[in-house]
């Protein structure tokens, strides 16, 4: 059946945790989508099984841009921590990452630390041409809005003083657990503190005298979870369209995500939420102690592309587990090759996207995010002989506003400025029309003509810089 349209847009399906079923995706503000996606702790490089979350988020959004949403994405960096002996996560990420680097343990190394490792992340995002969020606020930028909502949730009954840190009291939120999962159990791993009155309750806000943040009710370092409520809801509003992160997440941090923000604001914290499955590598879960935390560029020294790894987690549905084998890779990069290498032989000029390849196409992504199924269907019109190459190239183009493996240039578009009100920077289709008409005229070697298009893009206000990823666009 293909996807009916009506005039709030064409129907999508998404699997939402919080129902356990696929559900018909509407929005809260027509055609402006608003998604909080769950980022990393930058404490170290991220690796390639990280990449799957990011990549698998990315798709959520470029599938409801396709889809003529218009979607703000927000995705924070943690960049501070410091729950020794809190089962938030079992250990302090942001600490242990100094002892690693013999750095003192003061602010400011945090910082250092985490701005490092904060920029190498941004860049393997690029590399995986994966769009930029709208921002990427830092968990220790938002001190206040952190303090705000613990502040809230003490006068409202919801949070009690200990020794060691101001809790949640999860007897007193009815709906605790939406999302599932085994939180008890993870909660239970918690060191035991016998100041709390259940062994669900979960900090806040952890005392520090020498190191932290001052607060009201003390000095210290707030909690993971209310630095995602914190900064999703400033900059999303205090309900959103879509959360997303990864299986690991939903025992323990949105179930306390959802906790805290709910007894706070009385209302749901996102209407969606979405969550991406691991993957292995040779069926081994990935960890510095496996020795086996392999980045993007240990990929590309053995001949496999960010990009050819970006196709190769399309071939798996997010909701299903994936294991990353060195053949696997091997074979992304060769079926990239083919299809890049059949595409640029397509004629650049005249085609028209075919209608019905789109529906298919559509139907597969409106499905859940079926980019399996959405890679067949690129497969099948590749050799579709009835379908003319011009017609070919201008459907692939299409798909490519989804797919991102590079049929459209990869990496012009600088996305977003950090942290400002700026918003996403949108090249104009007559432009992007225009640098792609530049990058081939560059690789047949007509500089010729590729500098007579970059005149004509300077009149227009944009500049063109070539550097070694390719084109980078930005307005003048
Ligand atoms: P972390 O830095 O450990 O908080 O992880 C960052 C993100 O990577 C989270 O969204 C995790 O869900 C995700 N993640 C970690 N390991 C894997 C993996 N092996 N496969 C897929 N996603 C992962
Ligand atoms: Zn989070």
């Not at 879960?285 to 050819?308: D, F, M, T």
């Amino acid at each position: 059946m293909l996807p009916s349209r009506t005039s709030s847009g064409p129907d999508i399906f998404f699997y939402n945790t919080l129902t356990k079923k696929k559900e018909k995706f509407h929005s809260l503000h027509g055609r402006a989508v608003k998604m909080y996606t769950c980022g990393p702790t930058v404490y170290d490089y991220a690796h390639i099984g990280n990449f799957r979350a990011y990549v698998f988020a990315e798709i959520v959004r470029r599938t409801l841009e396709y889809a003529g949403y218009e979607v703000k994405q927000v995705m924070n960096i943690t960049d501070i921590g410091h729950l020794v002996g809190d089962g938030d996560s079992g250990e302090d990420k942001m600490t242990a990452g100094l002892k690693r680097e013999g750095l003192d343990l003061t602010l400011s190394n945090m910082k250092m630390l985490a701005e490092r490792y904060a920029e190498a992340f941004e860049e393997d995002l690029k590399r995986l041409n994966i769009e930029l969020p709208f921002t990427f606020p830092r968990a220790s930028e938002h001190i206040p809005e952190q303090i705000a909502y613990v502040e809230t949730l003490i006068g409202k009954g919801y949070a009690y003083a200990t020794k060691d840190g101001v809790y949640f009291e999860v007897g007193k939120f009815p709906g605790y657990g939406a999302l599932g999962g085994s939180a008890s159990y993870d909660h239970a791993r918690i060191a035991h503190n016998p100041e709390k009155r259940d062994m669900r309750d979960f900090a806040l806000w952890k005392f520090d005298e020498k190191l932290g943040w001052e607060a009201p009710f003390g000095k210290g370092f707030p909690g993971w979870h209310i630095e995602c409520v914190a900064m999703s809801t400033k900059y999303l509003g205090k309900t959103f369209d879509i959360h997303t992160g990864g299986v690991d997440h939903i025992a323990v941090h949105h179930n306390d995500e959802i906790a805290e923000a709910e007894a706070a604001n009385g209302k749901p914290l996102a209407n969606f939420w979405m969550h991406g499955e691991f993957i292995t590598i040779e069926a081994k879960r990935i960890g510095k102690s496996e020795g086996n935390a392999v980045r993007l560029y240990q990929l590309e020294e053995r001949g496999v592309s960010p990009l050819a790894y970006r196709y190769l987690l399309l071939t798996a549905h997010y909701r299903q587990k994936m294991n990353f084998t060195w053949e696997a890779a091997e074979a992304a990069q060769t079926a990239l090759n083919r299809a890049q290498r059949a595409y640029r032989e397509f004629p650049a000029e005249g085609g028209r996207i075919q209608d019905a390849y789109r529906e298919m196409f559509r139907e597969a992504l409106y499905d859940d995010l079926n980019t399996p199924e959405a890679l067949s269907i690129m497969w099948n019109l590749f050799r579709d002989d009835g379908i003319s190459p011009e017609d070919k190239r201008a459907t692939l183009y299409d798909f490519d506003r989804v797919l991102g493996i590079g049929m459209r240039p990869v990496e012009h578009i600088e996305a977003i400025s950090r942290s400002s009100a700026m918003g996403p920077l949108v090249i104009p289709p007559e432009i992007e029309a225009q640098i792609t008409e530049r990058e081939e005229a560059r690789k047949a070697g007509d500089f010729a003509k590729a500098d007579k298009i970059r005149d004509s893009l300077t009149q227009k206000g944009y500049s063109v810089e070539d550097t070694q990823k390719g084109p980078v666009v930005r307005p003048i």
